[in-house]
C-alpha cells in the first residue's frame, strides 16, 4: 500500500513537471521603433527561456513554431502552447531589414496577451564611393570599415569603386578607412560620421 502511495505521489510531481501553461494568445502591432509607423509583413517569431525572464540569466532557447506572419497593417494574432517553467518573448524581422530590439517583448503564459506593441530597428544603407585621384598610389592598400564587415582594395585601383552596405537607422555609427602607400611610406586615415534616416542611404566619398 506504502508503494502504491508513494508511487502515485512520484508520478503526480512528474506530470505536473510537465504540465502545460495551455494555449497562450498574442496579438497585436510591429512598428518602427523611432517613428512609431507599423510594418508590414513582418515575421514575428516566439522564443523559450528555460528559466527567469527573458532579460534575466535564463537559458535562450530555439524559436518556437512559426515564424507567424503579420498582415500588411503589422497586425498579428496567433496562439502558441506555452510549458510550466519557461518564459516566452516575441522578436519580430521586416523584410526590409528591419530587426528587434530592447530584448523582445515578453509574455504572460497561458493569458490572452493583446495589445502588443513590438519595436523593430529599421535598416539604413550606406553608398560609399571610391574616388582614385591622380596622382594615383603605386603600391599600396585601402580598408574602409564601420559596418557588419570591412572592405580592403589593391591600389591603386584601376577605376573608381561605388558600393551599398547596411546598417541600423538612427543609430549613430562612424565609417572610417585607412590608406596605405607602400611606396611613400605613409598611412592616411579619415572617418565620417553618420545618423541614417529609416529606410534612408546616405553617402561617404573616399578620395585620395
Known amino acids: 500500500m506504502r508503494q502504491f502511495i508513494f508511487f502515485s505521489f512520484s508520478t503526480a510531481l512528474l506530470l505536473s513537471g510537465c504540465a502545460k501553461d495551455g494555449p497562450t494568445l498574442v496579438a497585436g502591432l510591429v512598428v518602427d521603433k523611432d517613428t512609431g509607423q507599423p510594418v508590414p509583413q513582418a515575421e514575428v517569431q516566439v522564443h523559450a527561456f528555460s528559466s527567469g525572464s527573458s532579460g534575466g540569466g535564463g537559458g535562450y532557447g530555439p524559436a518556437l513554431g512559426g515564424p507567424y506572419l503579420a498582415d500588411a497593417q503589422g497586425q498579428f494574432s496567433f496562439s502558441f502552447e506555452a510549458s510550466k517553467g519557461k518564459s516566452y518573448r516575441l522578436d519580430a524581422y521586416g523584410p526590409l531589414g528591419h530587426f528587434s530590439v ?19 530597428q529599421a535598416p539604413g544603407w550606406v553608398r560609399v564611393r571610391i574616388i582614385d585621384e591622380p596622382p594615383t598610389i603605386g603600391e599600396g592598400v585601402l580598408i574602409v570599415a564601420g559596418y557588419a564587415n570591412s572592405d580592403t582594395y589593391s591600389l591603386p585601383l584601376g577605376r573608381d569603386e561605388t558600393y551599398v552596405r547596411y546598417m541600423g537607422a538612427h543609430i549613430p555609427s562612424r565609417v572610417f578607412w585607412t590608406i596605405k602607400d607602400y611606396v611613400q611610406k605613409t598611412v592616411v586615415e579619415g572617418h565620417q560620421d553618420l545618423s541614417i534616416p529609416s529606410l534612408d542611404t546616405v553617402d561617404v566619398v573616399i578620395r585620395f
Not at 497561458?110 to 523593430?120: D, M, S, T
Open 102 to 120: 530592447d530584448q523582445g517583448v515578453e509574455v504572460d503564459n497561458g493569458q490572452a496577451n493583446r495589445n502588443l506593441r513590438i519595436p523593430v
